[in-house]
């Protein structure tokens, strides 16, 4: 049986998931079809993180996480009884759900990266324009890769961990080692000794957490500056061009706190607990909520931010509202003709 908080979790992880499929498919939509000619090769880049958003609302439903703190480490927790599959399988699909993390970390990089070289003009910007962008587009697999694999191969159930976990479950969750899969690093052997594989999984991991918020810092300073001689001081561009690269700043910017609010920030708390033994309650169950309602509310920046898209939707809305209510008139007025033809007779 689930408990009130896991019951409250589910539901939200499930709309989340829903939510995300159709905001970023109707911005893959926008896109395509509502870009202005200025956007260029960026387009290509925006429609890359909507393709992996609508993965990872996907892959959030099928694994469904519960995140669940034991005192000396976190777990990633996926009742079977719940599961669409196996446990071998299941275990695969929480690997790829974390690894989905790890290629969310490198795009926010090449976010940035890309926004700098474009209003810089560096000559690295043309390999966005041609094969060359797939070598881009392979970062975030390739940190998709390492963060999954690191997540199965080296914090995966083991003996040790499962013996440990199996009284803090049954009391804290109600759950038997035997009704689940899980994923959590634990740094010690047998024998007390350091586990080397999950503590250096661990550090790479956060590497590539502190890496990628490095970079979003630092090129998003130099983009910050670029931007102001950009859209001040240079008298040749047009005001269209000029607004646009404003709004996709802010647009970026935007995205940019979303994820470091709800993603980096709540997992790099819980690897610090690990490597501190720091017990922080209930408040590892909110992070499976917080990731869940990322990819959910990420494409609405953009979405409203820029001006092409956002009159876009209002078009749309207004031709909804002008349809129900030219409806509803005609409706009126057919009532109203039969009313007097009722009466005549």
């Known amino acids: 049986m689930f408990s009130i908080t896991e019951t409250i979790q589910v539901a939200v992880q499930k709309s989340c998931a829903s939510i995300a499929l159709f905001l970023n498919i109707c911005l893959i939509y926008l896109i395509i079809n509502k870009s202005p000619k200025e956007l260029g090769p960026y387009k290509y880049l925006m429609i890359y993180i909507s393709i992996l958003e ?36 299941q275990l695969i699909l929480s690997g790829a759900y974390c690894g989905l993390y790890g290629s969310c970390m ?18 690295i910007l043309k390999t966005f324009r041609s094969w060359k962008i797939l070598c881009w587009f392979s970062i975030p697999i390739i940190y998709g890769v390492i963060w999954g694999s690191i997540a199965v191969l080296f914090c995966g159930p083991r003996d040790v961990t499962s013996r440990l976990i199996e009284t803090d479950l049954l009391d804290s969750l109600d759950l038997k080692l ?20 999950a503590a250096i999984g661990l550090l790479v991991d956060m590497i590539i957490i502190n890496s990628s918020f490095f970079t979003v810092v630092y090129f998003g300073v130099l983009l910050f500056k670029e931007l102001r001689k950009y859209t001040v001081g240079n008298k040749l561009l047009s005001e269209k061009n000029k607004s646009l690269q404003t709004q996709l700043y802010y647009s970026l910017v935007t995205q940019t706190l979303i994820p470091v609010i709800l993603l980096q920030l709540p997992v790099s708390i819980l690897f610090t607990t690990v490597f501190c033994s720091l017990d922080i309650g209930e408040f590892s169950s909110l992070v499976s909520t917080t990731i869940a309602v990322y990819p959910a509310i990420d494409p609405l920046p953009t979405m409203f931010i820029v001006t092409s ?7 749309l809305f207004q031709g909804v509202w002008k349809f129900l209510t030219c409806k509803s008139k005609s409706s009126r007025a057919k009532a109203a003709a039969m009313s007097v033809e009722t009466t005549q007779n």
């Open 54 to 89: 609508v993965i990872y609302a996907v892959m959030d439903f099928l694994v469904l996480p519960i995140f669940h703190h034991t005192g000396f480490t976190f777990l990633i927790i996926t009742r079977l009884e719940s599961a669409f599959f196996g446990p071998q399988i």
């Open 106 to 123: 490198a795009l926010f990089g090449i976010h940035f990266i890309y926004r700098y070289l474009v209003i810089k003009g560096n000559k």
């Open 178 to 197: 035997s009704n689940i899969v899980y994923i959590g690093p634990y740094l010690l052997t047998e024998s007390g000794e350091i586990y080397w594989p």
């Open 309 to 315: 898209y956002r009159k876009a939707i209002i078009d």
